[in-house]
């Protein structure tokens, strides 16, 4: 049997040689150099020869996007564990969940996540391992390993008050790649600027593994800053340039405020890439028009869930329509269904189901989760579209209890739960206002226990201690009792509705 370095992704690396395949603060690296030190992290995972395979041992790393990230990543892959990406700057509680919740055995930092990841492995007695250490060790002999083995789990909030682990297959990211790579055109003439997080599909999936596929130069900041993307973009040295519509819009904010020279010299530069796309979250119309304003760019908008990667995409070479994500990528089965799951008719509102290779295993530990996720081999979304003109557009989750904020999916119930254990809060809703810039907004209304004001500042305070901060409530409503219906449930769309009026 063939060992991890033949499998598809790796195969094609090797094809790339001396190429450059990363551009990061210490320089530029090869995709040999790349493939060395991948081969290093995987000999010290597998102490040097002492383990023949991790046998999808679960292994976690706390790492800025870097040659680094992607050395470790590989390294897991060739060594045959399962990489688990963690969210930087995210607090100890939720990342002390992800390791619980995978059982990862051993965890991955750099030199800026040392101490928290230390801190981390050593109540949790996991095998923590300094990323520069890692490189140090020689190759070893690599297990084998087929497509159909585990690659990696990625968290996404559900309709828990938890987050659930997506399993992928190195059979479902090399579908996820092939199919992107085909769809936009990916070249080894292409050079793509990261400035997304790392544990999305978004940033390693369409960005980074595409970029490594097709033998690209991926530029890796180690932080979004509106000034310095600019500044690549206006290099003239990009070609593709990738995005939540969060970062479209704080990149015109700083073009609007920059000198009218610069502004041309930014314009300029930025009409010179090949391609220019928006994810993760819908994309405000007055956003795409007022980029193309200032670039010339239509933004290509795409669909897709960690769960399966993308499966809808606006045209590369044809028209691309406003507030649509297009049609159903290559090898993407795609169909709009009502409740009972029968097939509806074009301009019909239905939920989107998906079928296809770049579709998910399961979910991590959940094996009634994963059952109904899935109707007769179709992955049921959660999303609503509609079909029109040929093209489908999204019109929202099926769930109000999945919020999307500045690309990120929030699960109000997971908020709520937090908010609960507030001293002053008796009961709480947390729901998301429509927001130009955002998407949306995390809301909670709360019913408090004593008659003393509860401050949104406070609140926001308190918060950042607890959970990450893309989910801390940026607006609040004090009510003296939660809207509820008949059956005693609360009514959220009725709590929506008075934030709007309170505006």
Not at 234 to 244: C, D, I, P, Y
Not at 461 to 483: F, G, M, N, Q, T
Request: hydrophobic share 45%.
């Amino acid at each position: 049997m063939p060992n991890a370095a033949s499998l598809p992704l790796f195969v094609r690396i090797r094809q790339h040689g001396r190429r450059r395949a990363i551009v990061d603060k210490d320089g530029t690296h090869s995709y040999d150099a790349l493939l060395r030190d991948a081969s290093r992290v995987a000999a010290s995972l597998l102490e040097d020869g002492r383990r023949m395979d991790l046998d999808e041992e679960r292994v976690a790393f706390l790492i800025t996007p870097s040659y680094c990230w992607v050395s470790v990543l590989w390294g897991i892959w060739l060594a045959g564990g399962i990489a688990v990406p963690l969210p930087l700057g995210a607090p100890a509680a939720e990342l002390e969940y992800l390791l619980d919740d995978t059982q990862a055995e051993a965890i991955i930092f750099d030199e800026a996540n040392e101490t928290i990841v230390r801190s981390l492995a050593a109540t949790r007695s996991l095998r923590a391992h300094g990323c520069a250490n890692l490189l140090t060790h020689t190759e070893t002999v690599l297990p084998a390993i087929t497509p159909e083995r585990r690659a990696m789990i990625l968290y996404t909030s559900g309709t828990t008050s938890r987050p659930k682990g997506v399993v992928t297959t190195h059979a479902n990211i090399t579908a996820q790649v092939a199919t992107l790579v085909a769809a936009w055109e990916w070249s080894a003439d292409d050079r793509i600027l990261l400035c997304l997080p790392l544990h999305h599909v978004h940033g390693i999936i369409n960005i980074v593994s595409c970029a490594m596929w097709s033998g690209a130069i991926c530029e890796m900041l180690p932080r979004f800053d509106a000034k310095t993307v600019w500044e690549r973009i206006a290099s003239g040295e990009l070609t593709l340039f990738m995005a939540v519509p969060t970062i479209y819009l704080k990149l015109i904010a700083e073009w609007e405020t920059s000198p009218r020279e610069r502004q041309r010299i930014l314009s300029k530069g930025a009409a010179k890439l090949r391609l220019m796309v928006s994810g993760s979250a819908a994309l405000p119309v007055g956003t795409l028009k007022r980029w193309k304003e200032i670039t010339g760019h239509t933004l290509l908008e795409r669909y897709g869930m960690t769960e399966m990667g993308m499966a809808l995409s606006n045209s590369y070479r044809g028209q691309r329509i406003p507030g649509s994500v297009g049609t159903p990528l290559p090898g993407v089965e795609v169909r709009l269904v009502d409740e009972r799951g029968a097939d509806v008719p074009p301009g019909i509102a239905g939920e989107i189901e998906v079928r296809g290779d770049n579709v998910f295993l399961e979910y991590w530990r959940k094996t009634d989760a994963t059952r109904e996720a899935f109707r007769h081999g179709w992955f049921r979304t959660g999303d609503m579209a509609v079909v029109e003109n040929g093209v489908y557009r999204i019109l929202g989750r099926t769930n109000i209890d999945i919020l999307k904020t500045g690309g990120h999916k929030v699960s109000a119930l997971e908020v709520e739960e937090v908010l609960r254990s507030h001293p002053e809060i008796a009961e709480c809703a947390v729901v998301g206002i429509p927001d130009p810039e955002w998407g949306e907004r995390v809301a909670a209304a709360v019913v408090l226990k004593n008659v003393a004001a509860l401050q949104l500042d406070d609140l926001r305070a308190w918060a950042k201690e607890h959970i990450a901060v893309h989910k801390v409530p940026s607006r609040l409503l004090v009510l003296d009792s939660l809207p509820r219906n008949s059956m005693g449930k609360v009514t959220k769309p009725a709590i929506v509705d008075m934030f709007r009026e309170a505006q």
